[in-house]
RNA sequence: GCGCCCAUAGCUCAGCGGAUAGAGCAUCUGCCUUCUAAGCAGAGGGUCGUUGGUUCGAGACCAACUGGGCGCGCCA
């Protein structure tokens, strides 16, 4: 059989092919034009209809004028008339549906070619030669992370893995304000207030997350206290000095604590973009002087923004019902807001700015990789020759929905500004916010009313909120507690390894598993559940895969432990004749491998990194009904190899399903 | 005031205009001398917020309403 493939995934092509002949045959017998991208083939609700089916005959009936019937029997005849390799055959079904079913054999026999054929890259797309900014996580870097800052990054992550198995090529990039006045207020909190500096071993950004808090207590009962705030804020705005020196200091430790936490849950990036280097380099001051004059960016010199640089925003529908709808970028004492700093730092990410910064790498990250850095020219070093960042074809902003507003200004203001390519290409990949679950804020110690319905808002200046490392910890020793019972033969090194691969998958698979328009009210239960629809449920039907293969290794002469062997061992043993008995479980996990790439394309078209959690748990739901239907080690020969062949395709697929997700994959669990 | 989002099983959530609205958790009943029970099988549990409308067909689309969340600066 032929192992070269069409790169969007058999599912995906078997479904095309029905599209064409489909509309093929509607345009012959009803002389109807139909886009046959529009023809849906869905699996029906009970599989004694098939295995694909479309309802196009209802649709289509009121504008042919004929029952529906009479178009599915048409449709079904042209589809048996011209006969597809793995149909095995086609029906009609009242009141109007056409059902395609599967040929199991050759279904299965073509599935494992697949995964053989492409291994890791199993489900992933041919590159595009696009590249995509993604940008994520974006912490101010002046206490610990918290579990919104964790669903941020989890979404960003994934949504790069998902990207990148899409063909693109893509730039992690991590903004980190360390001008703002978050910064300014931990700085106000040991230069002037005095706190103690950490001791040696303790965590900088876990001292700074109550510092803050203690700092804004003290601006409640102490409101002569912003006035030293807004000094430090602008001291540290010029650079200079030793309030700015310091600020330096804190925000780079703070960021080691947040870079230690990331990667702890496997996420990593290539490049760090210092606001302050954005304002040393005069980001704002060129794009200024390129735009005056430029498009709709004017000099009011009456009404509400006299004296102002504004950006006409005016007219757009979208901005429509506000009493003033332009917005400022310089304010009339002749500083630039955040939106124009935006802006300049938004044609860079698209290499259109006409300046750069300059750059050093930073630290090598576990990973193996190298995280780079805007820097300071007197700091800057070699980066690795032909490394280019930015220039991106499309720009990816990961940013929680109450940010909507301000993206909204600054994809417009592109527009208005003459860059319709980068307003097409800006993306503000907006999610709604984690809250506190009632019990869980209880927990915390928060006063929640007895009767309070839905959840409680994290409030960082309160400290109010579930530091990310409390969370990873409390997973880590619940997982701990786990493995020792299950697993008491390990050393604890080994323990310590396996629970933190469970924590990371689920919390990863928790963050991610939800829609992005859904508020998450954060419990802990739920977070550090391993039951049912979760990471370690996914992680422990790849174990149980792993398991198998080790027995058969065990039992078959010949059969390699290794996967990757195993595959290729027993797909060259394994007959795919006609007529072969093929259980349903068999089938039905082949089809759900057989979708990956469809899912990967809709996760990445939709922004939904949530599509791949549903369908790792969809195909972890399937080789489980597999392990209990389709016995593999007591199966007469011909089966056995056969199965073994497609359980060692479940942990390829699985593996790069995982891996997509982020979640670790550990061989026992 | 204007704008965006949400409302589906006791709880947390899926659900693309199509067939009998699903999953996990929780509850109850079973299943570990047979490939890992972090599992599986089964049971109970629903007026899809309300009211109109569009449609052969609405949980999904439209309108209004109710209840909740968020946003709307010469802050960042």
Redesign the pocket.
């Known amino acids: 059989m032929d192992t070269a493939r069409p790169a969007t995934g058999l599912l995906t092509e078997v479904r095309d092919s029905l599209r064409t002949i489909v509309a093929t045959s509607v345009k012959d017998k009803l002389g109807l034009d139909i886009d046959p991208a529009a023809v849906?083939w869905?699996q029906?609700?009970?599989p004694r209809?098939g295995d694909l089916?479309t309802?196009l005959p209802?649709?289509l009936?009121?504008q042919a004028r004929r029952p529906p019937m009479v178009i599915a029997e048409q449709i079904r005849d042209a589809l048996i008339e011209r006969g597809l390799p793995l149909v095995r055959d086609v029906t009609s079904?009242a009141?109007g549906?056409v059902?395609v079913r599967i040929d199991a054999v050759r279904l299965l026999h073509q599935v494992v070619e697949d995964v053989a054929g492409a291994r890791g890259e199993y489900g992933s797309l041919p590159p595009s030669g696009r590249k995509a900014v993604v940008e994520h996580t974006n912490m101010n870097p002046n206490k610990a992370a918290h579990i919104g800052h964790v669903r941020n990054a989890c979404l960003g992550d994934t949504l790069v893995r998902i990207l990148r198995r899409c063909g693109f090529q893509v730039e992690i990039q991590n903004y980190i304000?360390d001008t703002?006045?978050q910064v300014a207020d931990v700085v106000l909190g040991i230069k002037h207030l005095g706190a103690q500096m950490p001791a040696e071993g303790e965590r900088f950004d876990h001292f700074c997350w109550d510092l803050y808090t203690e700092v804004h207590r003290r601006y409640e009962v102490e409101p002569e206290l912003r006035e030293v705030q807004r000094e430090y804020l602008h001291l540290i705005e010029q650079g200079e000095g030793e309030i700015a020196a310091f600020a330096k200091q804190v925000a780079e430790r703070v960021l080691a604590g947040h870079l230690r936490t990331m990667w702890g849950l496997g996420i990593s990036y290539d490049i760090l973009t210092w606001e302050s280097d954005i304002v040393r380099k005069g980001f704002w001051r060129h794009a200024f002087e390129t735009l005056k004059g430029r498009g709709s960016l004017v000099y009011e010199t009456e009404g509400?923004?006299?004296?102002?640089w504004v950006v006409r925003l005016r007219g757009i529908p979208e901005f429509a019902?506000?009493e003033?709808p332009d917005k400022?970028l310089v304010?009339?004492?002749g500083t630039a807001?955040?939106v124009a700093k935006d802006i300049a730092y938004q044609l860079w990410k698209f290499g259109v700015l006409g300046l750069d910064f300059d750059y050093r790498p930073y630290v090598q990250q576990p990973n193996g990789t190298t995280l780079y850095s805007s820097s300071p020219p007197a700091l800057a070093g070699d980066i690795a020759a032909g490394l280019q960042f930015g220039h991106a074809d499309r720009v990816i902003n990961v940013i929680d929905?109450?940010q909507?507003?301000?993206q909204d200004i600054l994809r417009h203001s592109l527009r208005q500004l003459g860059f319709a390519r980068e307003a097409d290409s800006s993306v503000h990949f907006a999610y709604?916010v984690v809250a506190l679950s009632p019990e869980t804020a209880a927990e915390l110690g928060v006063d929640v009313p007895k009767d309070a319905k839905?959840a409680v808002?994290m409030a960082g200046r309160k400290g109010i909120g579930v530091k990310a490392d409390d969370l990873i910890d409390a997973a880590e020793a619940k997982?701990t507690a786990?493995?020792r019972q299950?697993h008491p033969e390990m050393t604890d090194e080994q323990v310590r390894d396996l629970a933190h691969a469970?924590a990371v998958a689920a919390i990863r698979y928790y963050m991610v598993r939800?829609?992005t328009?859904?508020?998450?009210?954060f419990d802990f239960d739920?977070a550090l559940?391993?039951?049912?629809?979760t990471g370690?449920?996914l992680q422990?039907a790849y174990?149980?895969a792993?398991?198998?293969l080790r027995?058969a290794s065990e039992a078959i002469p010949g059969c390699p432990a290794d996967p990757s062997e195993a595959l290729t061992w027993s797909l060259a043993r394994s007959r795919f004749d006609a007529g072969l008995e093929v259980l349903p479980a068999e089938k039905a996990m082949a089809m759900t491998i057989a979708d990956f790439t469809a899912k990967l394309q809709a996760a990445a078209a939709e922004l939904l990194p949530s599509i791949v959690a549903?369908y790792a748990f969809g195909l972890a739901?399937s080789f489980?009904?597999f392990?209990?239907g389709?016995?593999?080690?007591?199966a007469e020969s011909d089966a056995r190899v056969r199965r073994v062949c497609l359980v060692c395709a479940f942990i390829q697929v699985m593996r790069n399903v995982l891996d997509t997700l982020g979640l670790p994959s550990p061989g026992?669990?």
């Open positions: 849906g869905e029906p609700p009970d209809f089916s309802p209802l649709k009936a009121r079904s009141p549906y059902n304000d703002g006045a509400p923004n006299a004296g102002c019902g506000l003033n400022v304010r009339s004492n807001t955040y929905i109450r909507k507003y301000l709604e839905g808002p997982a786990e493995v299950r469970i939800f829609n328009n859904t508020l998450i009210a739920e559940a391993m039951n049912g629809n370690p449920y422990y174990a149980r792993l398991s198998i027995k549903e739901s489980t009904d392990y209990e389709a016995p593999v080690l007591s026992i669990l």
